[in-house]
């Protein structure tokens, strides 16, 4: 038998494998895994260079795949903002006047909150600092600027928003500061490559690799973005495997158009087995609030759900990043955005009779709605790709979540449909704690909000239904099943060596497991304790 350069032993490999084969070792060559099986078995392929690590009794997973987030963002939130999340209003302006004492005039200030937090308005902020734009958000899709930051993005009472955002204006018709899903509004300038590349790796090591994340597919957010996943991964920084989403004009920070980017013949899976294409993003509403529902057509247009662009436009758009080997990744959370997009997907489907697309709907079934349509995403090839981190800031009375009386995060109804909705964090600075898949794990067994409150526990699932998300599932999502999601021989050698048997631990104790070791190719990357 060949010799294999490591192999792990005494432990509890939990394979993931089609018959979810629970083994007590495994062997790596060449940065993929060279066998499976007993002790005995898998000694038998250690050689006199062979590195021998003793598991010790610790149970070892695929390594954990997130399928949608913003690492650059969170960079951001954690390097070059100011984070603000859980301060009060008064709190937030302290730390703006704080701010402006020692940044020159004129400098942008950017800080970083969370959901549902209480924020001041702008005549607070301008009594902070009038010499300094001001930024505070809430998320990416809103946030709060005063009246020098209005003044540097050219808002003012004569502004009309382009598509897919929504600048807020009061009685005396001047805006207010509050701006949804309009990021892109402003003159602030991302940092540039050099400057990013310590605070991506930073990140991706703090908030992913040390919770056994070994593949991130992030949405880019800039071109200096791009520029430092190049440096990284031309280099030995430690950083997982990344996948890079493009979002396509209009939508946030939009790096390219969609027909545009489908001409240059670059498929999904181009690139390098560290950094690779994932997809073309496509925003077609907003956010929690500027969703796009059946609700609120009924009331001024003004108040609508957040729509980008028309529903046959979109359908043009998917079958041309069909054409051209594209993945798409649609962001569509309101029930009428979810049937614009469902739509889309059916015609390119039918113009592409046997393409296996596997076109996403990021956020299905955040908000549950006619159970026809997601049997006709399934039908036409789609995968829906909920986010059941978000669980944690729903609000406790049901009456404030939105849409009022609809069942939120449906992962257990998906799976019943034939659905296999894949992992994710979707953070971009907001909740850098769901970069952790136990955390998002538990809110898939819990249920459970930010105080302990139940939301709708009928949708729970159970922990190898939560694992196989941010594994198989993950992995097929992004078109990675040959190499990722499972500790299968040829697969890549990407590996979790974890303290605990996360079986053993009741559901509310997930977010405790702790991650001995990381492996990404059979090289280490991240080490806790040791592993033996």
């Known amino acids: 038998m060949t010799e294999a350069d490591a192999v792990l032993r005494g432990g509890r490999i939990v394979t993931m494998d089609p018959a979810r084969r629970v083994a007590s070792a495994l062997a790596v060559r060449g940065g993929r895994i060279l066998a499976v099986g007993s002790d005995d078995e898998i000694s038998a392929t250690a050689g006199g260079s062979t590195e021998v690590v003793e598991l010790g009794g610790r149970t070892v997973v695929p390594g954990l795949i997130d399928s949608h987030t913003h690492l650059e963002l969170t960079a951001y939130s954690r390097h070059h903002w100011d984070d603000v999340r859980g301060l009060t209003p008064e709190g937030i302006v302290q730390r703006v006047r704080e701010l402006a004492a020692g940044r020159p005039a004129g400098s942008w200030i950017v800080l970083q909150g969370t959901f549902g937090q209480e924020m001041p308005d702008r005549r607070a902020l301008d009594g902070a600092t009038s010499d300094h734009p001001v930024a505070v958000r809430w998320t990416m899709h809103k946030f709060q600027l005063n009246g020098a930051g209005l003044e540097a993005g050219g808002i003012t009472r004569r502004s009309v928003a382009p598509p897919g955002t929504r600048i ?18 402003l003159d602030w300038a991302p940092p540039l490559a050099g400057a990013l590349v310590g605070s991506i790796s930073e990140t991706a090591t703090s908030l992913f690799l040390q919770h056994g994340v070994t593949c991130i597919h992030d949405i880019a957010a800039s071109r200096g973005g791009i520029a430092a996943y190049q440096q990284l991964a031309a280099g030995e920084e430690i950083l997982p495997r990344i996948g890079l989403a493009l979002v396509a004009e209009p939508g946030h920070q939009a790096l390219i158009s969609t027909r545009a980017f489908a001409r240059t013949g670059l498929p999904t899976g181009f690139g390098g087995d560290r950094v690779r294409l994932s997809a073309v993003k496509i925003f077609v509403d907003g956010g929690r609030d500027g969703a796009f529902r059946s609700e609120h057509v009924h009331d001024h247009g003004g108040r609508w759900g957040l729509l980008t662009r028309s529903p046959q436009q979109l359908a043009v758009e998917v079958s041309e990043a069909l054409d051209a080997g594209l993945q798409v990744w649609i962001h569509a959370i309101g029930d009428l955005a979810q049937e614009v997009t469902v739509s889309a997907i059916e015609q390119a489907a039918r113009a592409h009779p046997g393409a296996d697309h596997r076109c996403r709907i990021e956020h299905f079934a955040n908000e549950m709605y006619d159970p026809g349509r997601l049997h006709r995403l399934i039908a036409a090839g789609g995968i829906p790709a909920p986010n059941p981190s978000f669980i944690h800031a729903e609000p406790d009375d049901p009456g404030r979540r939105l849409p009022p009386g609809v069942v939120k995060y449906g992962i257990k109804t998906l799976r019943a449909a034939g659905a296999r909705p894949p992992g994710n964090s979707d953070t971009a600075g907001a909740q850098p704690f769901s970069c952790n898949p136990w955390f998002t794990m538990e809110r898939m067994l819990t249920r459970t909000n930010r105080n302990g409150i139940v939301i709708d526990p009928e949708e729970a699932v159970g922990l190898q239904e939560a694992l196989e998300a941010f594994t198989v599932d993950a992995a097929r999502a992004t078109f990675q099943e040959r190499d ?10 990407d590996l979790a060596v974890l303290d605990v048997d996360p079986f053993s631990l009741a559901p509310s104790e997930l977010h405790t497991v702790t991650v001995a070791a990381t492996m990404v190719g059979g090289r280490l990357r991240w080490r806790g304790s040791s592993p033996g």
């Open 484 to 493: 990722l999601g499972s500790l299968e021989p040829g697969k890549l050698a």
């Open 168 to 185: 807020h204006f009061g009685s005396d018709g001047e805006p207010t500061g509050l701006v949804e899903e309009g990021w892109d509004l």
